[in-house]
């Protein structure tokens, strides 16, 4: 059996078998997909316009004042025209007198818990997820052997070929091969980022890398306590990029509660900056800053990480959009659904091909 021969094999008998999870992994994800796509549209009848930097540090303080179990407080951008508190899964929209537009938690949905966790773990918990991605990466396997299948034959583009003009195998087949072709490298990278999501472990720990001056530099003390000091200091670093929120460190569930002769730890919030309109990856670029000290910890810019770094940083936005645009995650929605038609074409095909003609003769 030559190399051809093999790949092909390998292309259609475990293409075949992971298409059942990777049929519940992209129908899930376009609904999961929608559902963000929907909120991103809703501007609460919010019209954009800045807010000043003292609106900003009032913002900050009367929110987590507020609202304590909320970990972020953005600002209003172009993209989210409106001030947003929110934590995993929940969120509070407000205008800027800080007056309550709405409150949502996806969870609150009907069936979204359901489709959330069948898409990450087919709803048998932990063993799951390592189901789904090891199905994922032999998913991205399989497309990148059909790619250089496809170009072994070279047998053209035929766009009018992408929609099956009837059932028959040939014109499924046929249909599989382009819509295969135009969703290839968008479906490969939602395979490998699914993977690489569950295995956090292999990417993480070069995020915790700080850029290389960061370590040469010192900043100015802010006043302690003080979030309009605070904030200044931070923009003073980069006067042009915008300061779009500011997060607090997130609570350790894992950890007893301190007895009261603990030592109370350092609150190091986390002030995150869009360097210009367009960026993709937004809220990339971050100082960290120690509120009862006033210090800064740490500064990074995202163009300044290291390219291993700049790469992680993108695993999860390019797998769920998070931080990223509204237009990508249309994409990637429309890739799944994309991704479910030429599944259920090439399930179809292949056992009309292996498992009828077995049956016939």
């Not at 609106?55 to 001030?83: C, G, L």
């Not at 960061?214 to 300061?243: G, R």
């Not at 350790?252 to 007895?259: E, G, I, M, S, V």
């Not at 100082?287 to 993108?314: C, W």
Request: glycine share 4%; with cysteine.
């Amino acid at each position: 059996m030559n190399m051809v021969s093999t790949l092909k094999w390998f292309h259609n008998w475990v293409g075949f078998f992971i298409s059942i999870t990777m049929l519940i992994v992209l129908t899930t994800g376009v609904y999961l997909g929608s559902v963000d796509l929907l909120k991103r549209l809703d501007s609460k009848d919010q019209t954009y316009s800045p807010i000043t930097l003292e609106q900003k540090a009032d913002t900050v303080a009367s929110v987590f004042e507020r609202y304590p179990d909320m970990s972020t407080v953005r600002f209003p951008t172009e993209h989210t025209p409106y001030i947003q508190a929110s934590t995993r899964g929940k969120s509070i929209a407000l205008d800027k007198e800080l007056n309550e537009l709405s409150s949502s938690s996806s969870f609150d949905l009907p069936g979204y818990s359901t489709v959330f966790w069948l898409h990450r773990n087919f709803l048998i918990d932990n063993g799951g997820k390592y189901i789904n991605a090891w199905a994922s990466l032999a998913g991205g396997i399989v497309t990148l052997i059909g790619i250089y299948l496809w170009w072994r034959v070279r047998n053209g583009f035929r766009l009018k070929q992408s929609i099956p003009k009837n059932t028959r195998s040939s014109s499924l087949l046929k249909s599989h091969i382009q819509l295969g072709l135009f969703i290839s490298v968008p479906l490969f990278i939602l395979c490998i980022s699914g993977f690489l999501i569950t295995y956090n472990s292999l990417w993480t720990g070069v995020l915790k890398q700080d850029s290389t001056n960061e370590q040469t530099l010192t900043y100015s003390v802010s006043q302690p306590s003080h979030w309009l000091s605070q904030l200044s200091n931070a923009q003073q670093i980069w006067p042009d990029a915008e300061l779009v929120s500011v997060s607090k460190p997130r609570s350790k569930p894992n950890k007893d509660l301190q007895a009261e002769t603990d030592k109370p730890q350092d609150l190091v919030y986390s002030i995150q900056f869009d360097e210009h309109q367009g960026v993709w990856l937004r809220e990339a670029d971050r100082i960290n800053m120690n509120y009862q000290q006033g210090t800064i910890e740490s500064v990074i810019k995202h163009s300044d990480r290291p390219l291993l770094a700049k790469i992680a940083s993108f695993v999860r936005p390019l797998h769920d959009g998070l931080y990223m645009p509204a237009s990508y995650v249309m994409l990637i929605t429309l890739v799944s659904l994309i991704g479910t038609l030429i599944l259920s074409f090439s399930v179809v095909t292949f056992y009309r091909r292996t498992f009828s003609r077995k049956k016939a003769s």
